[in-house]
T-cell receptor
């Protein structure tokens, strides 16, 4: 069964600290893995998209990694800011354009 | 280039009424997806449409729910005879017809409240 599991479910960190969010998937065939940030009351916004051949991609203070062999991805946030408080969603695309499998997200709270 | 536009942002309906949610995709995007989100939960797939065609509606309840994406105009998600359990945020996303690695952009959702 195609699944995307994210951990932790929630996380609280202090401003300025780094953190890493995890995403494990059992999707086959695999086309790509995306990370989205969803602020409360808003739609998800794309952070990164990685295909099979890419194992790291950065977007400012966000760095995503992908290990296609172990089917794991991580999202590392450096020097966190209060505005990083949001839900982070991992989405894996299967073999066709419409086959998107969503994780339940990790809720990150950054405290001053 | 405007993003994905959803309206209304908030919609209040009494039980038994109809709700119509609109989604205008980004320019050049011919694929539209609808998702439902309950508070503190993840996004649940409902339906995937291309212009004038429903590609996958496996996540949409068979009764009371329908979706369309006409040749001209926005995509519409229609909920007939709404019930309290329909209260949720409904998000639309769009992508160009460029295959599975196409970018996917979301709107800011319509929050439906059924009283």
């Amino acid at each position: 069964k195609n699944q995307v599991e994210q951990s932790p479910q929630s996380l609280i960190i202090l401003e300025g600290k780094n953190c890493t969010l995890q995403c494990n998937y059992t999707v086959s065939p695999f086309s790509n893995l995306r990370w989205y940030k969803q602020d409360t009351g808003r739609g998800p916004v794309s952070l990164t998209i990685m295909t099979f051949s890419e194992n790291t991609k950065s977007n400012g203070r966000y760095t995503a990694t992908l290990d296609a062999d172990t089917k794991q991805s991580s999202l590392h946030i450096t020097a966190s800011q209060l505005s990083d408080s949001a839900s982070y969603i991992c989405v894996v695309t299967g073999g066709s354009q419409g086959n998107l499998i969503f994780g339940k997200g990790t809720k990150l709270s950054v405290k001053p | 280039n405007a993003g994905v536009m959803q309206n209304p942002r908030h919609l209040v309906r009494r039980r038994g009424q109809e709700a119509r949610l609109r989604c205008s995709p980004m320019k050049g995007h011919s694929h539209v997806y609808w998702y439902r989100q309950l508070p503190e939960e993840g996004l649940k797939f409902m339906v995937y449409l291309q212009k004038e065609n429903i590609i996958d509606e496996s996540g949409m309840p068979k009764e009371r729910f329908s979706a369309e994406f006409p040749k001209e105009g926005p995509s519409i998600l229609r909920i007939q005879q709404v019930v309290r359990g329909d209260s949720a945020a409904y998000f639309c996303a769009s992508s160009p017809p460029d295959g599975p690695n196409s970018p996917l952009h979301f709107g800011n959702g319509t929050r439906l409240t059924v009283t």
